[in-house]
């Protein structure tokens, strides 16, 4: 009887444990390549890995339809050239999300990503974010699926104009018309700010003063001291940035969810095989235990990408992929492994 009952014990524990810790990492499906498999075979790779999330960046049929009864949790894109078309009316909105996501009744859908690295300055696309995003997120409400779907838009990380320290970060002052009130629609719906967030190119940028070591995640101790933060790694510092310029447009309460990250394996300055390896795989393992500012909070994070992508430019954009065309992973990656779930008991 009491062997039963640790046994029971124990299964609460473990299961607890597992609830919180996996499945922080996604994984982003771009379609760019005359070499990809099905969509049904993406799925099955998906699962065959244990990867639990996906990113797609328009609402494709095919792929939504092979996604239906396989429990991945997903972040849907309203892609840039849908953006006019949402944001010009509340039934316009209403019928994309009728279409797109309540026609799909056994996706599981997340995430509504509203319109990918808009620039605050591009003067067609940038007053088309604020309206789409509250259209379609009238549009989930309107047809009772708000409390399963956050609706938010992903930016990069180019609206900043202090990156150091971390705490000092702020956007640009000419970005603020643009993002305040984005950020006040992030705040009043409680959905976090996606961030495209990558340590690749403010390494291959400027190398001189960013060491390779604290791009990879592997520097021996703390390279940036900020107050009573030490960072070790980049990526904590860029999400630290971001975190305090939220905090400076009135978004304390954002949380922000990392839409895309990677590096890539070759085609450019620092890109190798190599350092693309040790970064996916680090970043693996760090998402679990958060930046300085939050601490042991797991990152939610999206790997960019699931293919190698050869219809895409320049020459390094054809090198994201975590894996070959041919299904073949690139590298040994242990995507939600349940040793991070244990190792948290
Ligand atoms: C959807 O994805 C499939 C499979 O990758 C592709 O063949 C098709 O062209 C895509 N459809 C659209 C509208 O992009």
């Known amino acids: 009887m009491s062997s039963m009952a640790s046994l029971l014990l124990l299964f609460v524990l473990l299961s607890v444990s597992l609830r919180t810790t996996e499945s922080q990492i996604g994984v982003c499906y771009g379609l760019l390549g005359n070499n990809l498999p099905s969509p049904p075979e993406v799925i099955n790779l998906y699962n065959s890995h244990n990867i639990r999330r996906m990113r797609i960046y328009d609402p494709n049929q095919s792929v939504l339809q092979a996604l239906s009864g396989s429990n991945i949790e997903l972040m849907l894109g309203v892609p840039n050239s849908d953006l006019q078309y949402v944001a010009s009316s509340r039934d316009n909105a209403r019928d994309w999300v009728r279409r797109n996501v309540v026609n799909f009744p056994s996706v599981k859908f997340r995430y509504i990503a509203v319109g990918n690295e808009v620039k605050p300055t591009d003067g067609t696309l940038a007053p088309l974010v604020h309206p789409a995003l509250t259209n379609i997120h009238e549009a989930v409400a309107f047809h009772g699926l708000k409390d399963q779907i956050k609706v938010s838009t992903s930016v990069d990380t180019t609206m900043i104009g202090v990156d150091f320290p971390p705490s000092q970060g702020a956007f640009k002052g000419d970005v603020r018309a643009y993002i305040d009130p984005i950020i006040g629609f992030l ?143 690139k590298y040994n990656l242990n995507f939600n492994s349940i040793q991070q779930g244990f190792e948290s008991v």
């Open 187 to 329: 705040v009043a719906i409680n959905a976090p700010l996606l961030v495209n967030v990558y340590p690749y190119f403010s390494y291959s940028g400027n190398p001189r003063d960013i060491s390779l070591a604290y791009a990879l995640f592997t520097s021996s101790g703390t390279v940036v001291q900020d107050g009573s933060n030490g960072y070790q790694n980049l990526f904590d510092a860029i999400v630290d940035v971001m975190y305090s310029a939220l905090e400076k447009a009135g978004g304390a309460t954002v949380e922000i969810v990392i839409s895309e990250t990677g590096w890539p394996s070759n085609g450019a300055f620092g890109a190798t095989f190599d350092n693309a390896r040790t970064y996916y795989t680090n970043m693996v393992s760090h998402a679990p235990h958060g930046t300085p500012k939050r601490p042991g909070r797991a990152i939610e994070t999206y790997l960019f990408a699931m293919f190698d992508e050869n219809n895409k430019e320049p020459e390094l954009e054809k090198n994201f992929g975590v894996f070959y065309p041919n299904q073949q992973p």
